[in-house]
C-alpha cells in the first residue's frame, strides 16, 4: 500500500478525515477514479440496471437523462426512483469490478498511513488513527450483521467530545465516510438513548412487499450535497430517551392502572395488546369519567382510544399543539414500537434547561457592560478592543476580555480580585456563551449554569466598587 496517494494529494487526504466527506472529486485527485469511468447500479431484486459517467469535475452523469449529481447516493436515487439508497455501494466502476465504497476506503486507508509517517501534528493524527480503527471495527461488525450498541454519550466521546456541539458535522462525516449510520439517528435523541451503528440497508435489506409504512421506517441515507447536514430541530426523541413505557392491558383491573400510576407519579398510561398495538391511553381523567358512570369500571372503559402518537424525530414544534390539547404523546421509536412519552412537564423542564443560561448570560453581559461604561469613556476602550465601536453598546464578549486582560485597566477597577484567575472564568464563561448562542440541541450542563450564577453573583457584589 503506497503511503500517499498518487498525484501528492497526502495533504488533502488526511484533511478527509478532519471533518468532511470524502467525494468522488478526492478520487479523481487520488488516482482511484478516473475521468469518464463507467458506472453500473444493479438492483438484483428486479434486475433493473441504471448506468452513468464519471465527469471530469467530480459529478456522476445518468445515461438516461444527462442529469448531473456530486452526491453518488443522490445519482442512485434519481436513477432508480427511489426515497433512499446508499450510492457508495450501489454504484460499481465497471472496468474495475469494485463498488465506489471500496475506493473511499482505500483513500481513507492511504490517508491514515500517510498521518503515520508524518513528523507534525502527531497527537491529532494518532487521534484520526485512533476513530478510523475503532469505525473500520464498527463496520466489519455491521456487515455482520452484529453492529455495536452504545448510548449517544458514549458513541461521540469517541471524538473526545460531552454533547453534541460544534464537532457533530465532523462526527456525520467519519461516520459517513466509513459507511456507517446510526440507528436512531444519534441527532434526534437524547445523549442517554441507546444506538447501533449500522450500515444503510441495501435494496436487498428492504422488505420484498415494502410499502410507504415500511420505507419510512428505514435509516436514512443522506445524499451527500449537504441537505441533510444543517440539522437544527429539537425533536421529540430529544426529550424521550426511547427506554420503552409502563403500560397495562385493556382486560386489567383498573386497580393496577391506578397503583403503577401512584407509584411511578404519573398523569398517563399507554394501554397496549404489543409493543406496536396501542389501543390508547388512561388518564386521572378518564378514571374518574368511567368510574363515575360505571363503579366496577376496568381498564377497558377507561380507555382515551386517540392519544397522539408521533416518531422520535419529528420536530418538537409541530407537536407543542398536541401537547397542549392533550399533555401528552406518545413516542414512536426507529421500529415504530411506542418507546416513550413526552409530556407538558418535559416540555417545560427542557426549555427551562435552554432559557436559564440564556437569560443567565444576558443579565451577565448587561452587568459588564455597565461595569465597564461607569469605569472607562468609549474613547479609552477603543485602545483595547479590535473593531471600532462607537458605544458601549457595541461591545461584545471579547471586547470584555480584552479590556479585562489589559492591566492598567484592571487596576483602574480597583478590584482586590486575582485578576488571572477572573479572566480565566471568563474564558471559560466564553465557550459557555457560544455553545448557548448557537442553539445546540443538549443541555447546558448543570456545573456550567451554576458558574454563571456564582459569576453574576460576584459581579454583582464587586459592580458598586467601581
Known sequence: MSAEPSGGTGGRAMHLIRGRRVTVSDLLDAGLLQEGAKLRFTRRRIGDVYGAMVTGNGRIRLDRDGGEFRSPSRAAMVAAGMRAVDGWHAWQVVDQGRMLDALRQELLDRAISTAAVAANRQEEDADRQRIHSRLREARGRAEARNPESFSVRELIALWRVKDRSDQVSQIEADLANHGLVTSPSFRAVTLDTVVSLITPPDESDEPATAGRSDMDNLPVVEDDEGGDDLNVRLTVGNLSPLEGVESVNPNSALEEAITKMLLNDYSQLAVLNGPRSLRG????????????????????????????????????????????????????????????????????????????????????????????????????????????????????????????????????????????????????????RNSVMHFHPDPVPEDAVEKLRRFNRLLHQYRDLV
Open 281 to 432: 391511553a388512561v388518564t386521572w381523567r378518564s378514571i374518574a369519567q368511567a368510574m363515575h358512570q360505571k363503579p366496577d369500571a376496568s381498564v377497558a372503559d377507561a380507555i382515551d382510544p386517540q392519544p397522539e402518537v408521533v416518531p422520535y424525530d419529528r420536530d418538537l414544534f409541530e407537536v407543542l399543539p398536541a401537547l397542549q390539547q392533550c399533555d401528552f404523546v406518545f413516542v414512536l421509536n426507529e421500529s415504530k414500537v411506542v418507546s416513550g412519552i413526552v409530556t407538558t412537564a418535559d416540555v417545560v423542564q427542557r426549555y427551562g434547561e435552554l432559557a436559564t443560561p440564556f437569560l443567565q448570560l444576558g443579565e451577565l453581559d448587561q452587568t459588564l457592560r455597565w461595569i465597564l461604561g461607569r469605569s472607562f469613556d468609549v474613547e479609552s476602550i477603543r485602545s483595547y478592543c479590535e473593531k471600532p465601536v462607537e458605544s458601549f453598546d457595541h461591545l461584545a464578549f471579547g471586547d470584555y476580555l480584552r479590556v479585562l486582560q489589559n492591566n492598567d485597566a484592571w487596576i483602574k477597577l480597583g478590584w482586590p480580585l486575582d485578576r488571572s484567575a477572573f479572566i480565566a472564568r471568563l474564558d471559560e464563561i466564553r465557550i459557555v
